[in-house]
């Protein structure tokens, strides 16, 4: 007779089969317990900086490149085009106002100023033709207007006299008709001429006013032709230092290139580069410093230039007290630039934890020294040195500020000596 056989429930095919997913939700829950930053590193407080967090005065600083240049600089550039034709000094010399630098040659225009000169000298001329023209003239016309005065008066003299005369019925009536007639063209005649040499008057005094504007403005621009000439000698406008010479004789200079410039040994100046990202917060007034020979010399900020070029702008920057001894045209100085004033904050040391952190977050140091773990915190302006702490750190606390580039994930640190 068959027997039944029942089916085991727990056979070792299902135990293993079990156990093995056990086994690897076992590793995968193990996995991310240690990836989820659970997991711990041993570090040797050698190999790290622990900084502690201070309360102190905090200025925002950027640290910026400064040019010293000369306090006032004339750039020297040709006012007229020509070939340089000969140079009386060289760069680096030491000028006086007025004294000679360079001499360019232009016949074009040294001939324009000879037919200038000629048109003048011929105006000269005319003018005194002229006048004596006029002269003549006016001479003449009042000649003529004696005459016609004598005439006149004869006439009126016999006219009275006929007239008389013939009341008196002792003379006929066409002899004093005559009289009358004669009377009345010398009259007419004699407003004639005074009319005519009014009128003449007048415009001898018009044409001669003509004629001197004229020769004035043409003087003028003779003169003004005869400075151009001059200015082909380049010389000294102040005095000072000859730089940046750019000519030797023979070549051939544009109008408005440029020559050089004179430099005024009168003080110094700083011109400093800036990255455009602080366009916005910079302008006249604001402070810097830098260190010379062991000492800290201050300036200040006199003419922002907010063109950019390649990213940056500039700003000249003057001494504010002592003006170093033995500093020179064109060394590079270190400037700290302050962007804004002093005040009481919470301060944590720079470090290469920023590159991993970006400031969010830092390994704080617990009271025992044994161990640090992660803290979120925030940060607000920075200097050279420091960083504000905005939150999450207090004074006295104790940070780990070198690099964290091989704790990856790491959670918690633990410090061994």
Excluded: C
Aim: aromatic share 8%.
């Amino acid at each position: 007779m068959d027997r039944k056989i029942e089916k085991k429930t727990w056979n070792s095919k299902r135990i293993l089969t079990i156990a093995g997913i056990t086994g690897i939700i076992l590793l995968i829950g193990g996995s991310i317990y240690f990836t989820s930053g659970k997991s711990k590193l041993d570090v040797d407080t050698e190999r790290i900086t622990i900084s502690t967090i201070t309360k102190g005065p905090f200025q925002e600083f950027i640290p910026v490149n400064g040019v010293v240049m000369p306090l006032t600089t004339i750039y020297l550039d040709a006012s007229e085009g020509g070939r340089v034709e000969e140079k009386y000094v060289e760069d680096g010399a030491d000028l006086k106002k007025g004294d000679p630098i360079l001499k360019l040659s232009n016949t074009d225009l040294e001939l324009t100023l000879a037919n200038q000169e000629t048109a003048v000298y011929a105006e000269q001329t005319q003018m005194q033709i002229s006048r004596t023209s006029s002269q003549t003239s006016t001479i003449n016309k009042l000649n003529s207007m004696a005459d016609v005065d004598v005439a006149f008066k004869e006439a009126e003299r016999i006219y009275k006299l006929d007239k008389s005369l013939y009341d008196q019925k002792a003379i006929g009536m066409q002899e004093y008709q005559s009289a009358l007639n004669t009377y009345q063209y010398q009259l007419r005649r004699k407003k004639l001429a005074s009319q005519i040499l009014s009128q003449d008057t007048s415009m001898v005094k018009q044409q001669d006013v003509q004629s001197r504007e004229q020769y004035a403005h043409m003087k003028s621009t003779l003169e003004l032709m005869r400075k151009k000439v001059a200015d082909l000698t380049l010389r000294a406008p102040i005095d000072g230092q000859l730089t940046s010479m750019d000519a030797e004789v023979g070549q051939s200079k544009n109008k408005g290139e440029h020559l050089g410039q004179i430099d005024v040994q009168s003080g110094f100046k700083v011109r400093v580069d800036i990255d455009e990202h602080y366009l916005s917060r910079i302008y006249t007034g604001l402070k810097g410093d830098f260190q010379f020979a062991d000492k800290t010399y201050n300036l200040v900020i006199k003419k922002v230039f907010t063109q950019v070029t390649a990213g940056r702008f500039q700003v000249d920057m003057e001494f504010v007290g002592a003006v170093p001894k033995g500093i020179r045209k064109g060394q590079t100085l270190q400037v700290r630039l302050a962007l804004s004033e002093e005040r009481i904050a919470v301060l944590v040391p720079k470090g290469g934890f920023y590159q991993q952190t970006g400031g969010n977050w830092i390994f704080k140091v617990s009271e025992d020294g044994t161990r640090a773990y992660k803290v979120n915190i925030q940060l607000g302006l920075n200097s050279t040195d420091y960083y504000v702490v905005s939150q999450g750190l207090n004074p006295g606390d104790k940070v780990i500020t070198s690099s964290y580039e091989t704790y990856g994930d790491i959670q918690e640190l633990v410090l061994k000596k």
